[in-house]
């Protein structure tokens, strides 16, 4: 089961993306402790 709507990138294979844009970078989205950090890492070949 997934962890509610922010579990949803799981349903998708660590290879699915080629490219993902986060247009939050100004704000601290690629940050260690950000809540984007996990998509990031788990498409890590598509940053």
Do not use: N, Q
């Not at 940050?31 to 788990?42: A, P, Q, T, V």
């Amino acid at each position: 089961m997934r962890e509610g709507p922010t579990g949803l990138y799981k349903d998708f294979a660590p290879d699915f993306f080629d490219l993902i844009v986060v247009d939050e970078c100004h704000r601290g989205s690629a940050g260690d402790d950000s809540s984007w950090r996990s998509i990031l890492e788990r498409f890590d070949s598509a940053v």
